[in-house]
């Protein structure tokens, strides 16, 4: 089993930044993706950002978020930069498989974090 617990969430203003946290115990995460993922209440989850060997990212953050992990640490991060009024959700940590591969899709994650909660004021 892994446990993740994602912090970092908050109240920004438009333009302003944040970084995403998320701590994993329990089983390593160092062999297995690592996503994010937001949803709005309503809405379905949507992919955000994902690493393994590479990075992948949603189009609509692109050039804006960066994905990052320390396997020493066990962490994954999420640096949201330039946030608009539209990235507010609720980002959620998620945690592949073993030797898993980024992927956009929920199903292909078998671990996941409660979630934060993220507000972007105009």
């Given at each position: 089993?892994?446990q993740?617990?994602?912090?970092?969430g908050?109240?920004?203003?438009?333009?302003?930044?944040?970084?995403?946290?998320?701590?994993?115990?329990?089983?390593?995460?160092?062999?297995?993706?690592?996503?994010?993922f937001?949803?709005?209440?309503?809405?379905?989850?949507?992919?955000?950002?994902?690493?393994?060997?590479?990075t992948?990212?949603?189009?609509?953050?692109?050039?804006?978020?960066?994905?990052?992990?320390?396997?020493?640490?066990?962490?994954v991060?999420?640096?949201?930069?330039s946030?608009?009024?539209?990235?507010t959700?609720?980002?959620?940590?998620?945690?592949?498989?073993?030797?898993?591969?980024?992927?956009?899709?929920?199903?292909?994650?078998a671990?996941w974090g409660?979630?934060?909660?993220?507000?972007?004021?105009?």
């Open positions: 089993q892994v993740l617990v994602e912090s970092g908050g109240l920004v203003q438009a333009g302003g930044s944040l970084t995403l946290s998320c701590a994993a115990s329990g089983r390593t995460v160092t062999s297995r993706a690592m996503g994010w937001r949803q709005v209440a309503g809405n379905e989850r949507v992919f955000v950002a994902a690493i393994s060997g590479r992948a990212y949603a189009d609509s953050v692109k050039g804006r978020f960066t994905i990052s992990r320390d396997n020493a640490k066990n962490t991060s999420l640096q949201m930069n946030l608009k009024p539209e990235d959700a609720v980002y959620y940590c998620a945690a592949g498989r073993y030797y898993s591969s980024v992927s956009n899709l929920p199903t292909n994650y671990y409660q979630g934060t909660q993220v507000t972007v004021s105009s």
